[in-house]
């Protein structure tokens, strides 16, 4: 039964706290101590809920029921639009279309993976019904597996489908957001590098140690180029112009999508020159058993460990020396140093992207990091 006005106005306080009930679910509640609230009860996904609307009588009553319609209609609209949205499959499945033609081949490989492994769960749920514990539990799965780093980034490309979502209007938050902090650590451990001081005796050694010249060559190339080592060994001789004294990597062999540029040294020139005469294959280092494919690089960790670094110094270990030496040096740009490594910011706008960046002063890096080589060298 609908209330008065003077109902609500003469209803008296009570040893205990008590309501009164009008239409719709709006109710006035008038605790011990005289005070009197409205309140809006109703029912949502099956639990029963209530919201506080004001204070009696500064909120009349009339008031109150124009409130209550009014967030009633609301909710409904909202109950009407999650009902039509779309899967975890389906928004998931779009924001993959959206992003693949930026990535690498084999990251595309790794994040179809992590969505196929969500999918088996997750897919056919609304996305915007999806709870923080329903996709912990399947991260879980993957973390008792062993697998912690994979977990890690499967929560990560699952956060990122969620936040695709928000940015279509399919939900309002990232259930995903802070589940980070429910999985277990892991113990990061570096890549093995060297130090510059640590440099002439390991050449020494590696330089002396019986193997096949194309394994010298590519030791000598990683090492004075900073590049990464799919990306040396996978060359090909029309990448490189050797009287304009550059090498120029395409966008399908670099990790980050983008076609990066190598300036060439004296130096860099010279092992190019001597690796030409050691055969007359497209690719620069050509697998001995078949020239179409490449090297591999456990031929040059081979070496390494053979020559008394093993656990010491790895391949990627040349590109870390690389960054480390130039940086300590304070004599460039950090930014020039980034580009030359090929390190883009996450946020960089593909078209504005110049793989020629900085050229000058990497030209002037390159050629000064050829010096520091040539003293390790003595």
Same mark, same amino acid.
């Given at each position: 039964?609908?209330?008065?006005?003077?109902?609500?106005?003469?209803?008296?306080?009570?040893?205990?706290?008590?309501?009164?009930? #009008?239409?719709?679910?709006?109710?006035?509640?008038?605790?011990?101590?005289?005070?009197?609230?409205?309140?809006?009860?109703?029912?949502?996904?099956?639990?029963?809920?209530?919201? &506080?609307?004001?204070?009696?009588?500064?909120?009349?009553?009339?008031?109150?029921?124009?409130?209550?319609?009014?967030?009633?209609?609301?909710?409904?609209?909202? $109950? %009407?639009?999650?009902?039509?949205?779309?899967?975890?499959?389906?928004?998931?499945?779009?924001?993959?279309?959206?992003?693949?033609?930026?990535?690498?081949?084999?990251?595309?490989?790794?994040?179809?993976?992590?969505?196929?492994?969500?999918?088996?769960? !997750?897919?056919?749920?609304?996305?915007?019904?999806?709870?923080?514990?329903?996709?912990?539990?399947?991260?879980?799965?993957?973390?008792?597996?062993?697998?912690?780093?994979?977990?890690?980034?499967?929560?990560?490309?699952?956060?990122?489908? $969620?936040?695709?979502?928000?940015?279509?209007?399919?939900?309002? #938050?990232?259930?995903?957001?802070?589940?980070?902090?429910?999985?277990? &650590?892991?113990?990061?451990?570096?890549?093995?590098?060297? &130090?510059?001081?640590?440099?002439?005796?390991?050449?020494?050694?590696?330089?002396?140690?019986?193997?096949?010249?194309?394994?010298?060559?590519?030791? =000598? !190339?990683? =090492?004075?180029?900073?590049?990464?080592?799919?990306?040396? !060994?996978?060359?090909?001789?029309? %990448?490189?112009?050797?009287?304009?004294?550059?090498? #120029?990597?395409?966008?399908?062999?670099?990790?980050?999508?983008?076609?990066?540029?190598?300036?060439?040294?004296?130096?860099?020139?010279? %092992?190019?020159?001597?690796?030409?005469?050691?055969?007359?294959?497209?690719?620069?280092?050509?697998?001995?058993?078949?020239?179409?494919?490449?090297?591999? &690089?456990?031929?040059?960790?081979?070496?390494?460990?053979? /020559?008394?670094?093993?656990?010491?110094?790895?391949?990627?270990?040349?590109? /870390?020396?690389?960054?480390?030496? !130039?940086?300590?040096?304070?004599?460039?740009?950090? #930014?020039?140093?980034?580009?030359?490594?090929?390190?883009?910011?996450?946020?960089?706008?593909?078209?504005?992207?110049?793989?020629?960046?900085?050229?000058?002063?990497?030209?002037?890096?390159?050629?000064?990091?050829?010096?520091?080589?040539?003293?390790?060298?003595?």
């Amino acid at each position: 039964m609908a209330l008065t006005d003077t109902e609500c106005r003469k209803a008296q306080p009570k040893d205990k706290q008590y309501r009164l009930s #009008d239409i719709n679910g709006l109710s006035l509640r008038i605790d011990p101590n005289g005070k009197k609230y409205w309140s809006l009860r109703y029912t949502e996904h099956g639990q029963r809920k209530s919201k &506080s609307l004001g204070l009696y009588p500064e909120l009349t009553l009339k008031r109150a029921r124009e409130i209550v319609i009014e967030y009633t209609s609301k909710r409904k609209q909202k $109950m %009407e639009v999650e009902k039509v949205q779309p899967t975890f499959r389906e928004v998931g499945n779009d924001w993959f279309s959206n992003q693949k033609e930026t990535w690498s081949s084999k990251h595309i490989s790794n994040v179809r993976a992590s969505l196929d492994e969500l999918f088996i769960t !997750l897919g056919d749920l609304p996305i915007n019904q999806i709870q923080a514990p329903e996709i912990l539990q399947v991260i879980k799965k993957i973390e008792a597996r062993g697998s912690i780093e994979i977990a890690k980034r499967t929560l990560s490309r699952c956060g990122m489908v $969620m936040k695709y979502a928000i940015a279509h209007g399919y939900r309002y #938050d990232n259930p995903a957001g802070d589940l980070v902090y429910a999985l277990k &650590s892991k113990r990061v451990k570096n890549l093995a590098t060297l &130090s510059a001081s640590e440099m002439p005796e390991f050449l020494r050694k590696v330089r002396t140690y019986p193997s096949d010249a194309q394994t010298h060559h590519a030791i =000598m !190339l990683i =090492m004075l180029t900073g590049v990464r080592v799919s990306e040396l !060994l996978q060359a090909r001789w029309e %990448e490189f112009d050797l009287e304009g004294r550059k090498w #120029d990597i395409p966008e399908e062999r670099m990790k980050n999508r983008l076609p990066h540029r190598v300036p060439l040294t004296d130096m860099m020139i010279a %092992e190019l020159q001597a690796l030409r005469l050691t055969h007359n294959q497209e690719l620069l280092f050509p697998h001995r058993l078949n020239n179409k494919e490449p090297m591999r &690089s456990e031929s040059i960790l081979a070496v390494i460990k053979r /020559s008394g670094y093993a656990g010491r110094m790895t391949t990627h270990g040349f590109r /870390s020396l690389f960054s480390t030496v !130039l940086n300590e040096s304070n004599l460039f740009n950090p #930014d020039a140093i980034e580009r030359q490594l090929a390190h883009v910011p996450q946020n960089r706008i593909r078209s504005a992207y110049n793989r020629a960046q900085y050229w000058e002063e990497r030209v002037k890096i390159m050629e000064w990091y050829g010096e520091q080589v040539k003293r390790w060298m003595k």
